[in-house]
C-alpha cells in the first residue's frame, strides 16, 4: 500500500511539474512572440522617422540651393553694374584729361 501511495504521490508530482514546465513554455513563447512584436514596430517607426528626417533633409539641401543660386545672382548683377561704373568713371577720366 506504501508503495501504491508512493507511486501516486510521484505521478501526481511529475504530472503537476509537466503542467508547470507546460505553462511556462506557453508563458515563453508568449512573451517572445509580444517582444519579437514590439520590436517590429519600433523599427517600423524608427523607419518612418527616418524618411521624414530624409524628406526634411532634401527640402533644407534644396532651400540652400536656391539661396546659392540667388546669391550667384545677385553677386553677378552687381559685378556687372561694377563694371559699368567703372567703365563710366574711366570715360570719364577721358574726357579730364583731353580737356
Given at each position: 500500500m ?9 505521478v501526481l ?14 508563458k515563453?513563447k ?9 520590436a ?6 524608427a523607419a518612418?522617422?527616418?524618411e521624414?528626417?530624409?524628406?526634411g ?8 540651393m ?5 546669391a550667384?545672382?545677385?553677386?553677378e548683377?552687381?559685378t556687372k553694374?561694377?563694371?559699368d561704373?567703372?567703365?563710366k568713371?574711366v570715360?570719364?577720366?577721358?574726357e579730364?584729361?583731353k580737356?
Amino acid at each position: 500500500m506504501k508503495k501504491v501511495l508512493l507511486i501516486s504521490f510521484l505521478v501526481l508530482a511529475l504530472g503537476m511539474s509537466m503542467v508547470s514546465c507546460r505553462e511556462t513554455a506557453d508563458k515563453a513563447k508568449d512573451a517572445t512572440e509580444e517582444a519579437a512584436q514590439e520590436a517590429g514596430d519600433a523599427m517600423e517607426e524608427a523607419a518612418d522617422e527616418m524618411e521624414e528626417m530624409g524628406e526634411g533633409m532634401k527640402e533644407a539641401g534644396e532651400d540652400a540651393m536656391d539661396s546659392m543660386k540667388e546669391a550667384g545672382e545677385e553677386v553677378e548683377n552687381a559685378t556687372k553694374k561694377a563694371i559699368d561704373e567703372t567703365k563710366k568713371a574711366v570715360e570719364e577720366t577721358k574726357e579730364a584729361v583731353k580737356n
